[in-house]
């Protein structure tokens, strides 16, 4: 095991050996070729449609989940409304509707929020004219 000592003179001695080479080797010029004025506008353009399609497939799975959540809450007040009224056949199908009607409403307020294209061009991940 080494001592602390050792480890201290190892890296001083790693140091003082890096910078002998750097000062042996000679200094090159490279002459830098500056790209084409096309270059940086083709590369933004290709980051620009990958964060589209980046945020309009996000979007789409958002919304696959809020209609899977949707089918999963009707699925329960179903069993709820069935648990509630056992046997009674009119104010089981009552419930189901009234409170279906209410998840309905309430999905209706959240999809316009949620609309794909509106809301990756809102973000400005997307250019309107691109999904239209």
Not at 81 to 87: K, N, P, Q, V
Request: net charge neutral; glycine share 4%; proline share 3%.
């Amino acid at each position: 095991m080494l001592s602390r000592t050792s480890i201290h003179l190892l890296v001083v001695l790693s140091i003082a050996s890096a910078s002998r080479i750097r000062r042996s080797m000679p200094l090159e010029k490279k002459t830098v070729v500056p790209p084409s004025p096309d270059y940086f506008e083709t590369k933004v353009n290709e980051v620009a449609g990958l964060s589209c399609d980046v945020c309009l497939k996000a979007v789409y799975g958002l919304n696959y989940n809020v209609i899977r959540l949707k089918k999963g809450v009707i699925d329960m007040i179903q069993m709820d409304c069935e648990a509630l009224f056992h046997g009674q056949a009119e104010d089981i199908a009552q419930c189901i509707r009234v409170m279906a009607d209410k998840v309905e409403k309430y999905y209706n307020k959240v999809e316009s929020f949620i609309d794909t294209r509106h809301l990756c061009v809102q973000i400005r991940m997307c250019e309107a004219s691109e999904l239209l």
